[in-house]
């Protein structure tokens, strides 16, 4: 799992240089969200990063799927439905037009903390827990369509078979049932 | 020494100490409960009725209701709870860091003191769905204050100071403390929150002189853990027989099996019995957990003394929607079928208003108060029947029906229950419950979570929304407990998440998500007034009489669960930006900030 995100982040650095230029046009704090390259059914765009594919008839791919579901059980007590905000936590549709997907990953494993006679924000550090981090990308996927504006409100109404690589990830992710 | 600075009220009491040679808080406290002038405890008084006899603000005259003053508390999270009035001070607790202000009512709420306890910040994301608290409680010359960090504290009434501290329980395992204490006689029984962290929970006594533990209660495990009685102890005045939570079970699941106790608790001295409510089993994914998970969802009675339960009744076996129990229970005495009895009146998550004896536990009535409520035909009220007293599971709506990684749609209400933690009120006067309701409807997709200590342990998606073809999503209603009917509803634009006030100036009190204080009229539920107050109203609505003069005051500050799934208004599949209506957005209405607003007319 670490070593997966770490995977990640480096890949990262490079994209991260293409960044700045490509953030004015799209508000992605990862760059052009456009897929370039399908994995076994997970999608990644140009730099590397993982993005998501929205067919025109609204078919989701699988880990956009499967990141609202989780974004919904682990994230929404906080961040409000839809990754829309809340009284409690920032409006995540607006922080990923700006936040980097290894940002995304550094505060979502690390947390952050904003607590003063003002404020007493604390995000949460998820990097133990197993229902978050075995699903990060699939996550980050989700918010990022939700973001750039591709994916509106509610459950995505079709999407694509679970691929097989997803189930392997997740078997051993999570361990034994 | 100490008698030197003692108030005429607690001289009384200390002479019964002398005279009696012993005497509990609790007589004190119950008499000044009945004292209308004051307000001594959560919910008024040990019955849990929010009623106030008071009635110098009456159905002719609360229309020229205005504000008398206002305190900001300095804190922006959401506000739930009341304040308390004792004598000529006004004691009330924010939303963490959990601040306690106690302000001289003879000077416009000038502060007397301010006690602010030191917590790790790193409690915050560990409590679900905001950091509220719901008000501290008195005895004794003492405040009584449940941390977010799970731990209770003493405090002097007259200076502030800290008496004493206990350890209730440990936030790193996901305890924390949110709810309102009560003490009973020489206790003060404290309850934990953490029912999306898998918390064993427990309802917990300690001696309010010297802050030991008295006794601790969970709501599942081993009969010596969770003080039943297999003889004894009955449902349906049956025994509940040995080992009657671990039957439920599947091995050791109940270790982090839930069933918090964050609700309110209510007492009646007579039978010398406190009731409250356990909440959801954990996880919320049903097929992960085997059985019925007793006594999550259940109503207690328990001797306060020893903590061992007279009686259970679980409402919602096996929960398969997160329909906690913890609601209040509002203990009176009415005459039901020809006969006059000591009556329990609860108002479920489920959607089921419930009327049980509470000497008992016997079921009387229990009806819906929300007409859409869908998951359940109804309760088995055969006494013959296998199934007595369960509730009939209505298939196309039961998420375990629908398995794992199924998504099951148009269930109501949704998980935040047809009413949550915010407390309904009864008159006598009218012999109506006025209870302040969600109408919400959902979809609910269970899957598979793992455990780590601390981490929340939730395995279920939620979509919300209002039921098909309605608008609204909150009314608010007076409710007959004796046919199990309702008598009148107003409609609501939001959830209506605020406690509610009876009064014998035949007017009732509650809040608006959107920050209106409203006062309606008992008998027919008619506007008589409304203003608007800084911020959204998710707090319990209390009145005392200070100086001649009779005040109303709610504390704003929205948040909560509401602020968080309302905020940004529920979800529309079908619509875009801007949606209005049953979607509409809280942030459009109401922005944070806790402030106090006192009434009166003038």
New interface residues.
Partial sequence: MKSRALVAACVLTVAALWAGVVIAANADGSGDPTAAKNQDGKYYDKQGTPTYSIKPDGTVDWYTYSG???Y???C???H???G?????AP?LTNSLKTVSYTDFLGVVAG?K?D?NT???L???S?G????VMCYIDDIYIYLRARADGAL????P?KHEEKPTAAQKWENSC??P? | MRCMSLTIGTLVGAVAVLVGGFSYAQDDLAKMSQNPNQWVMPAKNYANTRYSQLKQINTSNVGKLQVAWTFSTGVLRGHEGAPLVVGDVMYLSTPFPNIVYALDLSHDGKILWKYEPKQDPSVIPVMCCDTVNRGVAYADGKIFLHQADDKLVALDAKTGKEVWTAVNGDPKRGQTGTSAPLVVKDKVLVGTSGGEFGVQCSLAAYDINSGKLAWRAYSEGPDDQILVDPEKTTQFGKPVGQNSSLKTWQGDQWKIGGGCTWGWISYDPELNLVYYGSGNPSTWNPTQRPGDNKWSMTIWARNPDTGVAKWVYQMTPHDEWDYDGVNEMILTDQRINGRERKLLTHFDRNGLGYTLDRATGELLVAAKYDPKVNWTSGVDMDKNSPNYGRPTVVQRYSTQAGGEDHNTTGICPAALGSKDEQPAAYSPETQLFYVPTNHVCMDYEPFRVSYTAGQPYVGATLSMYPPPGDSNMGNFIAWDNKTGKIVWSDPELFSVWSGALATAGGVVFYGTLEGYLKAVDAKTGKELYRFKTPSGIIGNVMTYQHAGKQYVAVLSGVGGWAGIGLAAGLTDPHAGLGAVGGYAALSNYTALGGQLTVFAVP
């Fill in positions: 609202y579901r989780r919904s059980s682990e929404l007590r906080c409000g439905p839809d829309a905000g809340s009284s409690y409006d947390g903390k607590v003002a404020n007493d604390v995000m949460p998820f133990v827990d197993r229902n509106g409100r509610g459950r109404a999570m361990g049932a």
